[in-house]
């Protein structure tokens, strides 16, 4: 049973361009979250969803930054036209309920 | 005030000793997690607590509801030890959770 897949593992983007980061959960676990790590700073909730549904999003920029988590496929965030101020380490967790998270190893955005 | 307060920041240590890292909170919470995150690497969940206390080898992890605080305890250190240690409360069914600064504990041979 494969752990949390994140993908890219490193990605470098330039100003403007859009970055996806893609989760994929562990087998049977229906709930994912994406949180963010700022260079020296703690994690921070992003958002939270199921399976095509977003549940909270409360943590998530109001713009640039979307999620989704469709029926088939991983889930993706996504950023529109990056800043520098995007860097940093992104993290998806999933659980198959809400309870015990398990951790992807994270995707750590440059932005030059 | 942060709503999860940890203590010490940063924590160095001789192999062998025994470790204790301290975390508080000022919310309400459905659970408490303890992670461990190395240096440029993943996180890993080494407990999620509600009440009481949990081993798991040589680490401890308890809770005291009432005080609104939790302590992870590392007996016999070791330097593969060495990582950040990140104290996170759960809220409600969103695992809407707030995350310490976390301990940066280094374990020296």
């Known amino acids: 049973n494969a752990g949390v897949m994140q993908n890219p593992r490193h990605l470098v983007r330039r100003r403007g361009q859009e970055a996806r980061l893609r989760c994929s959960p562990m087998?049977?676990?229906?709930?994912v979250y994406w949180y963010r790590q700022l260079p020296e700073e703690g994690l921070k909730f992003m958002v939270y969803l199921q399976k095509e549904n977003i549940i909270d999003e409360s943590g998530m920029p109001k713009e640039r930054f979307s999620a989704e988590f469709p029926k088939e496929g991983p889930s993706i965030l996504r950023i529109q036209q990056v800043v520098r101020g995007d860097s940093a380490a992104y993290f998806c967790?999933?659980?198959?309920?809400?309870?015990?998270?398990?951790f992807g190893e994270g995707s750590r955005l440059t932005v030059l | 005030k942060n709503e999860v307060e940890q203590s010490p920041q940063n924590l160095t240590a001789q192999e062998g000793e025994f470790i204790t890292i301290n975390c508080s909170y000022s919310?309400?919470?459905?659970?408490l997690h303890w992670l461990q995150q190395h240096p440029g690497g993943g996180i890993v969940s080494l407990f999620m607590?509600?009440?009481g206390k949990k081993k798991h080898g040589r680490l401890i992890a308890t809770i005291n509801i009432q005080e609104k605080h939790s302590s992870l305890h590392i007996t016999a250190s070791h330097p593969r030890d060495s990582a950040v240690y990140i104290c996170a409360v759960g809220r409600g069914d969103n695992n809407d959770m707030r995350f310490g600064a976390g301990t940066r504990l280094t374990v020296k041979p």
């Open positions: 087998k049977g676990h229906s709930h």
């Open positions: 919310v309400g919470i459905s659970a």
């Open positions: 967790a999933s659980s198959p309920s809400a309870g015990e998270l398990f």
């Open positions: 607590l509600s009440s």
